[in-house]
């Protein structure tokens, strides 16, 4: 079974950075492509970025491009996600997920999820 436990969401200003990290128990960790998504509130959850199991393919929504950057380490079994310039409308839960990387920019291409962490940005 394979576990993944979000941290590092916080309440920040317009314009602030932050870096989420994914916690991935299992020794399969660099088998999996793993991504981001998030939710607002009332919102369906949408894609963020992921990455390849080698980190050599990354992806990002239209939204976040340019200002988040992903990133993964595969001997600490941990995901990132480090995210500049933050904008109000970037605030939600955001989750990290671990899949086969067939299909990684949509929810169904993942098998395992983490239980999310808030990121709250003010204007």
């Known amino acids: 079974q394979v576990q993944l436990v979000e941290s590092g969401g916080g309440l920040v200003q317009a314009g602030d950075s932050l870096r989420l990290s994914c916690a991935v128990s299992?020794?399969?960790?660099?088998?999996?492509?793993m991504g981001w998504f998030r939710q607002a509130p009332g919102k369906e959850r949408e894609f963020v970025a992921a990455?390849?199991?080698?980190?050599?393919?990354?992806y990002y929504a239209d939204s976040v491009k340019g200002r988040f950057t992903i990133s993964r380490d595969n001997a600490k079994n941990t995901v990132y996600l480090q995210m500049n310039s933050l904008k109000p409308e970037d605030t939600a839960v955001y989750y990290c997920?671990?899949?086969?990387?067939?299909?990684?920019?949509?929810?169904?291409?993942?098998?395992?999820w983490g239980q999310g962490t808030q990121v709250t940005v003010s204007s």
């Open positions: 997920a671990a899949g086969n990387g067939l299909n990684s920019k949509v929810t169904y291409g993942y098998n395992y």
């Open positions: 299992g020794r399969t960790f660099s088998r999996y492509a």
């Open positions: 990455i390849s199991w080698s980190a050599g393919t990354r």
